[in-house]
């Protein structure tokens, strides 16, 4: 199913009954993999129904606020799962959780999780081509040294938070490592991860917040995550439709990098409401960070950071100690690092001393939006400087081009002959990049996102 600008997928998947929830033959075993609900009425109970349950799904799926001509291609970054937010409960199985008592789930289905427990991790060792959802119904669980929810193996997995649920997952101690395998955060995943819901996740880590090891999606869900490392982290990409955000990190907000390939590692955020506190960065990606929309609050070292960073909507708040928005040559898939402003509400505030607004190794193009810079330097480019559309104020006072602070490989002029990612085709992939400088990248560009 493909998503076009400002689509909502109706898909009006009914919360379960109590007569659902007898057909279910739920039943009991105790010991290694917790409590597993004995009756439904114990299901009723975790997850609050009643006989007259609701069947509205008008508030069920979110809305992406999606750009059809920016630098990525946004063709099938969400599947209609994804951006579903509650669950058909009809055969789940349910959990309370145990001190020193594991989960394991080893096959598709839905789980529903609920308790209080030390040291008790939720595995899932399914197999290549099983979906597995795993429902957040009021779980708290402290690990001392090991994720809370590790994925193994699976297709994907999806983390749902219960309507009106809070839920509280941490890890207080120093992570161990799983054989050959740093576990590192609190949700673990080897493979595809979604988050969502109409509940709150409430993450405390000493090392990273959730990481995933492919691509992690948030459509939905109230999220406050404290993190001594990254607050959230994937190796292929970070895709958010929608959700509410409140971060403290020691170093990245949000991250996406794969050390193996660097022509990975993309950001692209279309909605959401985001609090950053971050040491480094606000928002880091790998090779393109691209904002569709949503509202940002950022207050980081740098506030948004990629090889190619364009912003075509939103409202971005930025207070830096270094940069306000960098583009440096983190992938050598993307020839020249650029910051490409068209549309949007840009308020960027920079500390005293050697700081940039914008700064980028390459091209600094605005072409839409407002930007609002409060900054000893607001440009500092090494390519091509073009304002061509737009308001942009430095300092309280509208500028009608823009003057490079630094003075440093190249002043103000035209956008030469650099394009941006774009119409490339390919399930999720760039789209655009006809213009784009291939010569200096050894990869196809058609292989980018799969």
């Not at 958010?240 to 991250?255: E, L, M, Q, R, Y």
């Not at 606000?282 to 207050?299: E, F, K, M, P």
Request: aromatic residues 6%; proline residues 1%.
């Amino acid at each position: 199913m493909k998503y076009t600008s400002n689509i909502t997928v109706n898909n009006p998947l009914m919360r379960m009954g109590v007569a659902s929830l007898l057909a279910a033959s739920l039943s009991l075993s105790l010991g290694a993999c917790g409590q597993k609900a004995s009756a439904e009425a114990n299901l009723t109970e975790i997850v609050g129904q009643e006989a007259s349950a609701e069947t509205d799904g008008s508030a069920l799926v979110s809305t992406a606020n999606m750009t059809t001509d920016g630098a990525l291609d946004t063709t099938d970054l969400f599947t209609e799962r994804d951006l579903t937010q509650t669950v058909d409960l009809a055969g789940a199985t349910a959990y309370t959780v145990s001190t020193d008592q594991s989960i394991q789930i080893t096959e598709e289905g839905t789980y529903v999780i609920s308790g209080e427990a030390t040291n008790a991790t939720i595995y899932v060792d399914a197999q290549d081509s099983d979906k597995v959802q795993i429902v957040l119904a009021g779980a708290n669980i402290t690990n001392e040294n090991f994720p809370v929810i590790y994925v193994r193996s699976a297709d994907k997995v999806f983390v749902t938070t219960l309507e009106g649920s809070t839920n509280t997952l941490q890890v207080t101690g120093t992570f161990e490592a799983d054989g050959d395998t740093n576990t590192d955060a609190v949700i673990f995943s080897k493979d595809d991860l979604t988050l969502n819901g109409l509940g709150t996740l409430v993450i405390n880590s000493t090392a990273n917040g959730i990481t995933c090891k492919d691509d992690l999606k948030v459509t939905g869900g109230t999220y406050n995550v404290t993190a001594a490392a990254d607050a959230f982290e994937a190796n292929d990409s970070i895709r958010i439709s929608d959700g509410n955000f409140t971060v403290t990190a020691s170093k990245d907000g949000f991250h996406a990098e794969n050390s193996d390939d660097n022509t990975l590692g993309y950001i692209y955020l279309c909605g959401g409401t985001y609090t950053i506190n971050a040491t480094d960065d606000g928002i880091q990606a790998t090779t393109v960070l691209q904002i569709d929309d949503g509202t940002y609050a950022i207050s980081a070292g740098e506030g948004l950071e990629a090889t190619y960073v364009q912003v075509n909507n939103g409202n971005v708040q930025i207070e830096a100690s270094d940069d306000g928005i960098n583009a440096s040559s983190k992938s050598t898939f993307i020839a020249t690092p650029t910051i490409d402003i068209r549309g949007g509400e840009l308020t960027i505030n920079m500390g005293s001393g050697d700081t940039d607004a914008l700064d980028t190794n390459g091209d600094l193009l605005i072409s839409g939006g407002t930007v609002n810079i409060n900054a000893q330097f607001a440009f500092d480019f090494d390519g091509n400087g073009s304002l061509t559309g737009g308001t942009v104020y430095v300092n309280s006072e509208q500028v009608s081009e823009i003057e490079n602070s630094m003075m440093m490989g190249g002043g103000p002029g035209g956008m030469g002959g650099h394009g941006f990612p774009g119409d490339m085709g390919g399930q999720g992939g760039p789209g655009n990049m006809s213009n784009q400088d291939w010569s200096s990248s050894s990869v196809d560009a058609e292989t980018y996102i799969s």
